[in-house]
């Protein structure tokens, strides 16, 4: 699908509630959504605190790497709605990195 479809036209971006997301996909997916994005504030609240406070045995290029997927994920703003697998590995990959538990 098109951006636009569910966000309008660039001047004018909406944020659609979760419940239009079943305009388009199966009943319920609203909630799975919700779950998700759920998931998502709180591995991003997780790296946030691994990236303020990192192992002093973290090597910068990881460092710099974690704190890229953080970014990404932060910037998208959809909360993991976008690509809620890929937002999810991005930041479990980050908290790794940084050697968080």
């Known amino acids: 699908m098109e951006c ?8 004018a971006v ?6 239009a997301c079943v305009l388009c996909h199966k009943p ?3 909630e799975l959504c919700r ?10 609240a997780s790296v946030e605190q691994a990236l ?4 002093a045995n973290v090597p910068a290029e990881r460092l710099e790497s974690a704190r890229r997927a ?6 998208d703003g959809s909360r993991g709605a ?3 697998e ?3 590995q991005l930041l479990a990959e980050a908290l790794q990195a940084l050697g968080a538990p």
Not at 4 to 11: D, K, L, M, T, W
Not at 35 to 44: A, C, R
Request: hydrophobic share 30%.
């Open 28 to 30: 319920g997916y609203d």
């Open 4 to 11: 636009s479809e569910c966000h309008g036209e660039i001047g």
């Open 86 to 88: 890929a937002a999810k």
């Open 52 to 55: 303020a406070k990192p192992a």
């Open 35 to 44: 779950t998700w994005q759920k998931e998502i504030e709180e591995l991003l």
């Open 14 to 19: 909406l944020r659609p509630k979760p419940t």
């Open 82 to 84: 976008h690509n809620h």
């Open 70 to 75: 953080f970014e990404a994920v932060k910037r």
